[in-house]
Structures are given as C-alpha cells and as structure tokens.
C-alpha cells in the first residue's frame, strides 16, 4: 500500500486537508488525480513530475505523484503535531514549498529542523504502512540517505502507522548496516539495510515524542 492509498483510507478528505495547508494547485491537481488538467494547466509541474523516473520505481508517474503528495500531507500532520506538543520544528527540504521539483532538484536532505533553546537538529521524517520494521527489526533506506544523516548526524524519526508506534534515532551514533547494491522494492536500485535497536519502537504520543526529541536535540 503506497502513501496515497494508505492516508486515503484513514483521512478520505485529502484534497481539502491539502488546500487547509495551503497547497499549491499544481500539488492539489495531482493528489485528485487530473492528469489532463495538470497537464493543460500545470505543464511545468507535469514536465517535473515525468522526470522523476528514478523515484518513481514500478508506479506511473501519477500513482507516484499522489504517493509524494500525500506523504507530503503526512509530514505536515506530524509537525503540527509536535508543534502543538510543544516542539518547535520548521520544513527544511527542498519540497518544503510542497510543489513537485524536476528530478535534478530533489535531494536526500533533511525534511525539518527541530530546535530547543538555543540548539537544533536536523530531523528527517519517514513512515511505515506495514508494520515492516516493527516484525522484522530493520528498515532499508533508498540511495545515499543512510550516509547522508549519518554524516549530517539528523535525527530519524519514523512512525509506524499500522500499530501507531514510532521510532526515533540519533543517526550520528553506531549502527549495524548492510549495503544491498539493488533492491527489488525500490525498483532494483542500491538501498542501506539498518538494523533496529531491540525495543525502539514506542507507543506514539505527542508530548512523550516531543520530550524524547528535546532530550537529543
């Protein structure tokens, strides 16, 4: 289950979450699914979205385009969520616009920054619809991300939607890490397998998420 079909079954009013966020057309276009509009209306859009081939994977670049918008809609739930709890946290990527880039502008770099007195963080964002990381105690990271926030030392905080679990890490500490050079889920390109420290996983709640967080910023 991609992005868009997960937080389609729990929040069906997507389009109107996306505009309550203040959503560009060109993003709201995709999410509904208009390829003809997005297409006659939004040509810039629908030239970047097509050159996306490379994270696209397996899907059409409309299935990947819902997918990237609706992740988008999940990251901006969780920040204001912590923001409300507290956190004081900003987007950092560089689709923090929320507008789809050319391929040759999208990066691996952090989603937001978390700070606390004086002090901040990076903090990437990600989650899982299957309850993957929790069964099997791993997680594989696309490309060069691992070594990214690894030499960035960000905070990874990835929640687990099906058990409404998360998991927060410092990716400037030690890990146990396998490099596969092609890996079938993302479409036969390199990905990080990394090992979970054994009960990582907590019970998802705000304020607890937003102390554990300012106790490592």
Not at 26 to 34: M, Q, T, V
Not at 51 to 67: F, I, L, P, V, W
Not at 195 to 200: G, N, R
Request: include cysteine; aromatic fraction near 12%; proline fraction near 2%.
């Amino acid at each position: 289950m991609g992005a868009y079909q997960h937080m389609s079954s729990l929040h069906p009013d997507l389009v109107d979450k996306a505009k309550q966020y203040g959503y560009p057309e060109s993003s709201i276009c995709i999410l509904s699914g208009d390829e003809a509009k997005l297409k006659a209306e939004f040509s810039e859009t629908y030239k970047n979205l097509n050159s996306c081939k490379h994270n696209r994977d397996s899907r059409t670049a409309m299935e990947y385009g819902q997918d990237l918008v609706a992740s988008w809609l999940f990251e901006d739930y969780l920040m204001e969520s912590l923001q409300e709890a507290g956190i004081a946290i900003i987007g950092a990527g560089a689709d923090k616009n929320r507008e789809v880039l050319p391929t040759t502008k999208v990066s691996a770099s952090s989603d937001c920054v978390v700070s606390y007195e004086g002090k901040e963080r990076l903090l990437e964002l990600m989650s899982d619809y299957t309850g993957y990381w929790a069964k099997y105690g791993k997680m594989e990271l696309r490309d060069a991300k691992f070594t990214k926030m690894k030499n960035s030392k960000s905070l990874f905080l990835g929640v687990s939607t099906v058990d409404n679990k998360y998991i927060l890490l410092d990716m400037g500490g030690e890990f146990e890490v396998k490099f596969i050079e092609s890996y079938f889920l993302y479409g036969g390109k390199p990905a990080y397998s990394v090992k979970l420290p054994k009960q990582s996983m907590k019970d998802l709640n705000f304020h607890a998420l937003a102390s554990d967080i300012i106790s490592k910023i």
